[in-house]
């Protein structure tokens, strides 16, 4: 499920396209930040199904060989232990999984090419080696086993990166948190069930949706006012001279701190000042932190940040 770190790298990476675009709209974009977020559950779905295709990937190996002209020995009497992975049937025949590929964005069909590498990859790998050779069997045992495959080899292929990035914009982004949950998924399967429960998109008990819609529309709102404060504040520098992203950052943390009664400030601010370390320029963090150090305690005396319920003064 999105957490609030990732709800807010969604919204500044729509706030980032609005504010480059030349006659922006709200509604538009708007529009666009949910279906970022609707196809970053097309991405947590197609991983799931990423391994279901490394099963039949390995059928089709055994089933050419099978056929060649002259088999040999192996051929004939092949190896099956990875395709009878009981946790990976399992996906294999997944009706909801089934059923969730029909509407996703990302088919590895289209690709086949790069399947086979990562198949042939995961086939050279010490772990797959080690699997296959284990006279052990047992469903947690495959699961142990597919958890790795899955963590340690086919997420961090770096022709799938690719691939994501020619397919969706925010998807390598996307990827670890997507991946975090395909492991979840695969960790809440229980021997002898036959189909997997999705996690929601959406924390449950809090409004997550609601907070990724005002957080976006409150930072569009408060924008103008929020420059100026930044402007005001910023009397060595030009404010096209702040990085776009700098201000956009800023824009979104005052935002927050304004809109968002139960949200420390101690929170929002530590949010934006790791946000400006990954996504900003070098210095920016510091000069995020600086500002936002300086002008939130006047914020607050101003009584234009008001916080409600223990500990959440500081």
């Known amino acids: 499920m999105l957490n609030r770190r990732h709800i807010r790298i969604k919204v500044l990476q729509i706030l980032f396209a609005y504010y480059s675009d030349v006659s922006p709209d709200a509604k538009v974009y708007e529009n666009m930040l949910f279906e970022s977020i609707h196809r970053f559950r097309d991405l947590y779905v197609s991983l799931l199904l990423l391994l279901a295709e ?3 990937l390995a059928i089709e190996k055994i089933e050419a060989g099978m056929n060649k002209r002259l088999p040999s020995h192996e051929d004939l009497h092949p190896n099956a232990k990875f395709v009878t992975n009981e946790l990976l049937r399992t996906l294999a025949n997944s009706k909801k999984l089934a059923a969730a590929s029909k509407e996703v964005h ?3 069909r289209d690709n086949k090419d790069l399947l086979k590498q990562m198949f042939k990859m995961l086939t050279e790998t010490e772990d797959y080696k080690e699997y296959m050779a284990s006279k052990e069997r047992g469903f947690e ?4 086993y597919l958890l790795r495959f899955f963590r340690r ?3 961090n292929f770096e022709s799938m990166h690719d691939y994501l990035e020619d397919k969706g914009i925010f998807w390598n982004d996307d990827l670890d948190l997507a991946s975090s949950m395909v492991l979840r998924t695969l960790k809440t399967v229980k021997e002898g069930e036959e189909d997997i429960t999705f996690l929601p998109l959406w924390k449950e008990g809090d409004d997550e949706e609601e907070f990724c819609r005002q957080l976006f529309r409150k930072t569009l709102a408060m924008g103008a006012d929020n420059e100026k404060l930044i ?3 910023t009397p060595n520098w030009e404010t096209d001279r702040i990085a776009l992203m700098d201000m ?3 824009k979104m943390a005052f935002a927050e701190a304004a809109t968002f009664e139960s949200i420390p400030v101690k929170v929002t601010m530590n949010e934006y000042i790791e946000l400006s370390k990954y996504y900003s320029t070098p210095k920016s963090a510091t000069f995020v932190n600086g500002l936002l150090d300086h002008l939130i ?3 607050q005396a101003a009584g234009k940040v008001k916080k409600v319920g223990r500990g959440l003064l500081e």
Not at 141 to 144: A, K, W
């Open 141 to 144: 045992h495959d699961r142990e």
């Open 54 to 56: 490394m099963q039949s």
């Open 297 to 299: 305690p006047k914020l």
């Open 231 to 233: 402007s005001d504040n």
């Open 106 to 108: 990302l088919q590895w």
């Open 153 to 155: 080899h086919l997420v």
């Open 248 to 250: 956009i950052l800023l």
